[in-house]
């Protein structure tokens, strides 16, 4: 067979294993593909218009736009003036319009160019949307993996994952059944910055993969870790009386302009970071909800990567149960380096006792009853007393279950310290030893002027009796 019949044979191989329709078995020219591109995205809701666009050459007369399994061309147009693409129209998405498309544009010399790579145009909102969740939940720490579960009652094939604002591709998984719902995980992790933002899912039947549902709520994915903790601080204090004012306030480092308070519950990650560019958390008027563990976290506007959590911050409310009673063992008056014994007692059944010390910026100490029987009471040692221990305390009591949770604080009770007199310094003993001279010399002193006038008292009666007889004798 001559070459002149084999060039047909060989047309016709090509047409029969690369083209999808006898438009493609025409396209064998040279001319470079034209790009493809949809005005405004990719994914148009249902009901809404969308262009499609098509960028070929300058040269080109006509522009065909084709959808997968049609071999004629949808629409056709002509080529702009002065321009090298065509723009075409679909006033209203619908299940019918989504699809893959291609387009292609032809030359009066060249001929027809090569197809487009495809362009996916899907449509949302068909179906009821699917629920997005995320486990252990959408707080995660640098370097830790989350996993985002999609999951819906309806039955479908297939679940996606889309990141708002993000250049990773969508994800798709198939289904799987799960405690009565058809749900897809997605594992992230190990997690960094780049996978903070917005997520949302969405499921589509595999018959018609480019009709999809809507789309599952927004699902805020935040990372934290990723700067340097800073520090959180309560005015007045840590332990307030319910019904006072309280603010908790976050103390970052220069250039963070966003603010987050966590309050732990259990030993869960906090659910979401709520931030503010006001570093001031202002509390109000407390009462037995404001009690917990909290943390606070730094970062920049519009983004969802933090710092690192603060060291925790525990708030107690007071003011829950009855006052206990607190006294001291030997005594509200000791001298330094004896030993000393708080006592803090309760009336009614609380097995936890606090011991709070007036303007000491120290925590508490506490003390938990391992006997449960009466007296319901905790002895607080101190040994031994030193300067440093004088003051005020007052004392609380609590149930281990509710440890946020304080009683009234118990009447206050004064401690002084005084100086042992062993411990008296040398020249104190100087000084004792002077005065006690001083005292000696004067006693004496006192005593020779009394025996003085005792003795003048004797001679002046001598002399006076020895003088009497002799003026009798005369006479």
């Known amino acids: 067979m001559g070459g002149r019949d084999r060039t047909p044979t060989l047309t016709a191989l090509l047409c029969l294993g690369l083209c999808q329709g006898p438009w493609d078995c025409v396209q064998a020219g040279s001319l470079p593909k034209p790009s493809i591109w949809a005005d405004p995205g990719l994914m148009v809701t249902t009901g809404s218009p969308v262009t499609i666009w098509c960028q070929g050459s300058l040269q080109a007369d006509i522009y065909h736009l084709y959808k997968e399994r049609v071999s004629k061309p949808l629409d056709t147009e002509a080529s702009q003036d002065s321009s090298n693409k065509a723009s075409f129209y679909i006033e209203s998405m619908s299940s019918h319009t989504a699809g893959l498309y291609q387009c292609a544009y032809n030359t009066s010399r060249n001929g027809w160019s090569q197809r487009s790579d495809p362009l996916p145009l899907v449509v949302t909102g068909a179906y009821s949307a699917p629920s997005l969740s995320a486990h252990p939940g959408p707080v995660v720490a640098k370097g830790g993996n989350v996993s985002l579960s999609c999951s819906s009652e309806s039955t479908?094939?297939?679940?996606?994952?889309?990141?708002?604002?993000?250049?990773?591709?969508?994800?798709?998984?198939?289904?799987?059944?799960?405690?009565?719902?058809?749900?897809?995980?997605?594992p992230v992790g190990p997690v960094n910055a780049s996978h903070g933002g917005t997520y949302r899912c969405y499921a589509s039947p595999n018959t018609y993969p480019y009709v999809w549902s809507h789309p599952s709520d927004p699902l805020h994915l935040e990372v934290t870790g990723v700067y340097r903790e800073p520090s959180l601080s309560s005015q007045p204090g840590s332990l307030v009386l319910s019904g006072d004012s309280l603010t908790l306030q976050c103390h970052s480092e220069a250039g963070f302009d966003r603010f987050a308070l966590s309050k732990a519950k259990g030993l869960t990650t906090p659910q979401s970071l709520h931030g503010q560019h006001n570093p001031d958390f202002p509390l109000g008027h407390v009462n037995h909800t404001h009690g917990g563990q909290y943390r606070c976290y730094s970062g920049h506007h519009l983004s969802y990567v933090w710092s690192a959590p603060s060291a925790p911050l525990d708030i107690l409310i007071a003011g829950m149960y009855e006052k206990p009673s607190l006294s001291v063992q030997p005594g509200p008056s000791v001298s330094r380096g004896e030993n000393v014994t708080l006592q803090c007692r309760s009336e009614i059944w609380l097995d936890t006792f606090h011991l709070s010390k007036e303007g000491s910026f120290a925590?508490?100490?506490?003390?938990?009853?391992?006997?449960?029987?009466?007296p319901f009471q905790a002895n607080f040692t101190i040994s031994p007393v030193t300067s440093d221990h004088e003051g005020t305390?007052?004392?609380?009591?609590?149930?281990?279950?509710?440890?946020?949770?304080?009683?009234?604080?118990?009447d206050p009770l004064e401690l002084r310290v005084s100086e042992a007199a062993d411990t008296?310094?040398?020249?104190?003993?100087?000084?004792?030893?002077?005065?006690?001279?001083?005292?000696?010399?004067l006693i004496r002193l006192g005593m020779a002027g009394l025996i003085l006038l005792v003795l003048g008292i004797l001679l002046f009666q001598a002399r006076h009796s020895l003088r009497r007889p002799q003026g009798t004798a005369r006479s």
């Open 156 to 186: 479908f094939d297939t679940f996606y994952l889309l990141k708002e604002g993000g250049a990773d591709p969508t994800r798709h998984m198939e289904l799987r059944s799960y405690l009565g719902r058809w749900q897809a995980v997605f």
């Open 363 to 374: 925590p508490l100490q506490h003390l938990r009853l391992r006997d449960m029987a009466a």
């Open 393 to 410: 305390y007052r004392c609380y009591s609590s149930h281990s279950t509710s440890p946020y949770f304080l009683s009234l604080p118990s």
């Open 424 to 441: 008296i310094s040398p020249s104190q003993n100087k000084s004792d030893s002077k005065s006690d001279y001083t005292v000696e010399n």
